[in-house]
């Protein structure tokens, strides 16, 4: 049987999961969704034996059930190969009493190479079974490890084209650097005058433009998203908390069905929600630990119930969690809602209108599995402090969110038994000058690159060769503008 999707604002149309990936975005704006989630049914013994890569085929292939096992099978292994620098993809380490998921041994350090490196191969795919015959531009908003992620997948992929989007003052200089370097002559990336959220609602417009659409598909080009909300960013990641989980059943540390919990450094609420999709696979899950910083909206909409995103935007240490509007969080409302589009719908309209909305007291009880809370800038240095002092282990700071927010759990309550995977979402060497003046403001003196070589010498770990390949690279993209200005500037990339 056939797996079909639909919009969270309209579940009349279905769609196939490749039609999906495809699109990126519904036409009414609305999410791709499966009409229901698939049972993991394969048992744990089996999945403690599997490769990363063998396990990702039992996540995604019970998700986009119109790819053959060939097609699937070569995009895992096209996307989870030797880009990574370690053979188990996701790589578990246990410090202080937690088990550290390190999602960030991809080309670009980050958790997003966990999606972005498949994703370009699952949107080729679908185009050749769709007859697509435009070439796929992808479009991308980035508040910084997005974009590096998604210009990597994409980069020289023949019949694909990349524009991404930057906030020019918003992301940290070494996440800059790796994207103006970029090469690849499909390859485009524009730093905006503005902050993320205005970055992806441009974005979002252009995909909402039919005039715009009409004009590229006669030049022959299509749009389409490598964001988080694309269902081919989020199936893949549901992989690896199926693999975290059946390697901690593997080791010893849980028992047959025990339940875990898993704490998530939040932005967009792609990656959290992949652990839900996980838990309602069968997956025993049992807190999801939703952590934030200072831009808290999810904290207050997981007090509230009310989803509130007028307020003042914070530049923090962990830029990629520095977001106002969660775009995944749609497809959670849509599913609490009882699958109801019009109520969904309705919701999204107060949040475009007035910038917020309020959930029902029905939907909000079935928030129980959830558990927000944050960290402020102290409380995240502080946590990167602590654990490099008591267990010479070094997180970067969106990380360190999710490890502060951890400790807050524990202490309100009183969970300190259930066996916790914190999913380590990018290497310190990402984060260089935060991370080291959280262990000692002594550090801030030195240069950038300064700064890398003692944290390899702190942390007693290697250089990654993302870092080494910047060092010395070449800036190849210098074009800023206005918000206003994306559309034209997309126009002129592409000749049209
Ligand atoms: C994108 C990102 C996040 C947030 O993930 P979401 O799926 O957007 O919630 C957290 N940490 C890092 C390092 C990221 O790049």
Do not use: W
């Not at 699937?72 to 188990?88: G, H």
């Amino acid at each position: 049987m056939k797996l079909m999707y639909s919009s969270t604002r309209n579940d009349e149309v279905k769609f196939t999961a490749s039609q999906a990936i495809l699109k990126g975005l519904a036409d009414d704006g609305g999410l791709f969704v499966p009409e229901c989630i698939p049972s993991l049914d394969v048992s744990v013994d089996k999945l403690a034996n599997m490769s990363y890569q063998e396990t990702a085929y039992e996540v995604m292939s019970r998700f986009f059930t119109d790819f053959t096992e060939e097609e699937l099978k070569n995009c895992i292994a096209k996307a989870y190969d030797s880009k990574f620098d370690t053979e188990e993809i996701a790589p578990l380490v246990e410090a202080d009493g937690a088990y550290y998921l390190e999602l960030f041994h991809g080309p670009t350090i980050a958790f997003k190479d966990m999606a972005l490196s498949i994703l370009p191969h699952l949107l080729i795919t679908s185009a050749r079974k769709n007859n697509v015959k435009n070439d796929i531009v992808i479009l991308t908003a980035t508040s910084g490890d997005t974009g590096k992620a998604a210009l990597a997948g994409f980069a020289d992929v023949e019949g694909t084209k990349i524009i991404v989007f930057y906030p020019k003052n918003g992301v940290s200089p070494i996440q800059e650097k790796q994207m103006v370097t970029q090469k690849g002559a499909n390859t485009f990336v524009v730093g905006i005058k503005g902050n993320f959220d205005q970055a992806q609602t441009g974005v979002k417009k252009m995909f909402n433009d039919t005039a715009l659409e009409a004009e590229l598909d006669v030049a022959g080009y299509q749009f389409s998203s490598a964001n988080s909300i694309n269902i081919g960013r989020l199936i893949p990641q549901v992989a690896y908390y199926v693999y975290a989980y059946a390697k901690l059943y593997k080791n010893g540390v849980i028992g047959k069905d025990e339940t875990i919990n898993v704490v998530v450094p939040t932005g967009n609420f792609g990656n959290i929600l992949a652990a839900f999709y996980a838990k309602n696979m069968g997956l025993p899950i049992g807190k999801l630990i939703c952590a934030s910083n200072e831009n808290k909206v999810l904290f207050d909409f997981f007090s509230t119930g009310t989803y509130d995103k007028n307020r003042e935007f914070i530049l923090t240490n962990s830029p990629s969690m520095d977001i106002l509007i969660s775009s995944n969080l749609e497809r959670l409302i849509y599913r609490i809602a009882g699958n109801d589009v019009a109520a969904n719908t309705k919701l999204m309209a107060d949040l475009a209108a007035e910038g917020k909305y309020a959930i029902t007291d029905e939907m909000r009880q079935q928030l129980a599995d959830f558990y927000g809370n944050y960290s402020n800038e102290a409380e995240t240095a502080e946590a990167i402090k602590k654990l490099y002092e008591d267990c010479g282990y070094i997180i970067d700071t969106h990380t360190a969110v999710a490890a502060g927010v951890y400790d807050k759990y524990k202490a309100a309550t009183g969970d300190k038994e259930t066996k916790t995977i914190i999913a380590s979402t990018a290497s310190p060497f990402k984060f260089t000058r935060s991370v080291m003046n959280a262990i000692d403001p002594k550090y801030d003196a030195m240069s950038d690159f300064e700064l890398v070589d003692e944290l390899s010498r702190l942390g007693n770990v290697a250089v990654p060769k993302a870092i080494e390949e910047i060092r010395n690279a070449q800036v190849l993209h210098d074009t800023v503008c206005e918000v206003e200005e994306m559309p034209q500037v997309v126009k002129k990339f592409l000749g049209v």
